[in-house]
């Protein structure tokens, strides 16, 4: 039986210490702001645009919130982002996605002032990241880092296996395991034999975005398997990409969702909204 590694106890920790440095950097006048935007309705992203603006509320950020309907035009979005660009009171800005589809992801996130970009998907904070020398680093990746780091878990030297490839999860994971000394196999589709990949990992990773995919069967006696899935099951409740009932009996430790990763992903916004303030006063001072 594994140990269930829970998210909101560690995320009220790492909020609790985000609290303390806001308080401190009250003392010099600053106060780290955060806008969101989301354009369009989908009831989603709504809820998790929800929960970052209320995250910052619970640590003492300033927030805006933009909400924008879903026939917005691109120039218009782009202006919306240049004058927070300039704002100096707004230190991170995140665009929630995925935007409509008249909507180019890849223009948008380009026009994010690279220090202000919380979320990490700017070109030149990927490459930061790829050398190991970032700002920030991608929420959800720090996230699952940050649970390892408070359950003790050390990757250095562990058969580490990430299953999905995307841009915000999969690759950036892979190279955050690297960076922490695991040996790192990315898993995805196209891959012959996945369940013989998965029972190899010590430590296993999971972000498809198909509910119940991993099994018992494929895993370890005694892995670490960590849920970045999200997603509704045959009932409609949430569930992870990992089926926990199977899983829970023969691993070491395990995420649950929700109430795993979601937690974290939200209290990594928050840090790299601190650091972006913090950044900002750095080079007020020059
Ligand atoms: C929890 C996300 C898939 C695609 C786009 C707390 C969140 C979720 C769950 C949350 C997610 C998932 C977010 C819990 C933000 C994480 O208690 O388990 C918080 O709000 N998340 C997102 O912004 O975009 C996504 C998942």
Same mark, same amino acid.
Do not use: W
């Given at each position: ?17 985000i ?18 935007v989301?354009? &369009?309705e ?5 809820? +998790? ?47 929630? @996605? ?27 904070n ?6 190991g020398? +970032? ?22 030297g ?15 994971q892979a190279? @955050? ?9 990315i ?11 998965t ?22 006696? &005694? ?7 999200m ?42 909204? @601190?650091?972006?303030a ?9």
């Amino acid at each position: 039986m594994a140990k269930i590694i829970d998210g909101k106890s560690i995320a009220q920790q790492v909020r609790g210490e985000i609290r303390a440095e806001v308080q401190k950097l009250e003392a010099e006048g600053v106060r780290p702001g955060l806008a969101v935007v989301i354009v &369009g309705e989908d009831s989603a992203s709504k809820v +998790y645009v929800r929960n970052k603006i209320k995250a910052c509320a619970e640590v003492g950020f300033y927030s805006e919130n933009y909400e924008l309907p879903e026939d917005t035009g691109e120039e218009e979005l782009l202006a919306l982002i240049e004058k927070l660009n300039g704002d100096p009171a707004i230190h991170g800005i995140l665009v929630q @996605l995925p935007l409509p589809r008249h909507l180019d992801e890849h223009k948008v996130i380009a026009a994010i002032h690279p220090q202000k970009d919380v979320d990490a998907f700017h070109v030149q904070n990927v490459g930061k990241i790829m050398l190991g020398q +970032y700002d920030f680093l991608p929420c959800t990746p720090a996230g699952v880092m940050k649970l390892l780091e408070y359950s003790g878990i050390d990757p250095a030297g562990k058969d580490c296996v990430v299953v999905g490839r995307s841009n915000i999860v999969g690759k950036p994971q892979a190279m @955050l395991l690297l960076h922490a000394n695991g040996t790192v196999q990315i898993c995805h589709s196209r891959t012959r034999d996945l369940a013989q990949k998965t029972a190899a990992a010590d430590i296993l990773v999971v972000a498809i975005g198909k509910p119940k995919f991993i099994t018992g069967d494929m895993i370890r006696e &005694g892995a670490v398997v960590i849920d970045v899935g999200m997603n509704r099951d045959e009932n409609g409740k949430l569930c992870g990409d990992v089926d926990f009932a199977s899983c829970f009996e023969k691993a070491s430790y395990i995420t649950p969702v929700p109430g795993g990763v979601g937690p974290m992903t939200i209290t990594m916004l928050l840090k790299n909204t @601190l650091s972006a303030a913090k950044l900002s006063m750095k080079q007020d001072e020059k």
